[in-house]
């Protein structure tokens, strides 16, 4: 599990084609890798993968082209938004992130406002019934906060701390990003339909 609280931003540096997949290192200056073991966790844009390999600033993941077709931001090159699994005694500063990604959203608008930036971002499919204003979303591993909805749009405020420490500052309409709606939300709606569904069953 994770938090969506990034700890360090990252770079791919090395792309590697497998079988059903690519084999990604990513070079970090600020991570503390003496803390990383082979077969941690670690949360690319989003993305929950796994230390295969760790050499000094840098460390390797393996990852399914189920995965790549699910998400997006994989270039050589590309900074990316990194955090370590929680421990247990971690803070928990943001909501509970799986790490396991929704589906790829849209950047609407970027729009100055102050020294804040108010980032819409359309989500695709069923997401949408997954997002409320005050709710959480997490978007390229970010936990943020939604301030409005409009159709298939949400809209989140970035601080320039947010800007600043993650790659999110970097957007632009058109971006695609990583999504990951509220787990709680995800298993409010089943409750509700399971719900639904009982109930019809005792009617019929």
Partial sequence: MFTGIVQ??????????LAQGLRMTFGTAD???????????IAVNGVCLTVIQREGRSFSADVSRLTLDGTTGWVLGQRVNLEPALCLGDA?????VSGHVDGVGV???FDPCGESVRLEVEAPGDLPRYIAVKGSV???GVSLTINALEGRC???NLIPHTQRVTTLGEL??????????????RYAERSR??????????LE
Avoid: Y
């Fill in 193 to 202: 339909e399971w719900s639904s569904l009982t109930t019809s069953s005792v």
């Fill in 8 to 17: 360090a931003v990252g770079r791919i540096i090395s792309l590697e084609p």
């Fill in 172 to 185: 632009k309409p058109g971006c695609a990003v990583n999504l990951e709606v509220d787990v709680l939300a």
């Fill in 92 to 96: 928990l500063g943001g909501h509970w």
């Fill in 107 to 109: 950047v609407r608008r």
């Fill in 31 to 41: 991570l503390p890798m003496e803390q990383i073991r082979q077969g941690d966790s």
């Fill in 154 to 156: 949400f809209s989140v």
């Fill in 138 to 140: 997490t978007v390229h």
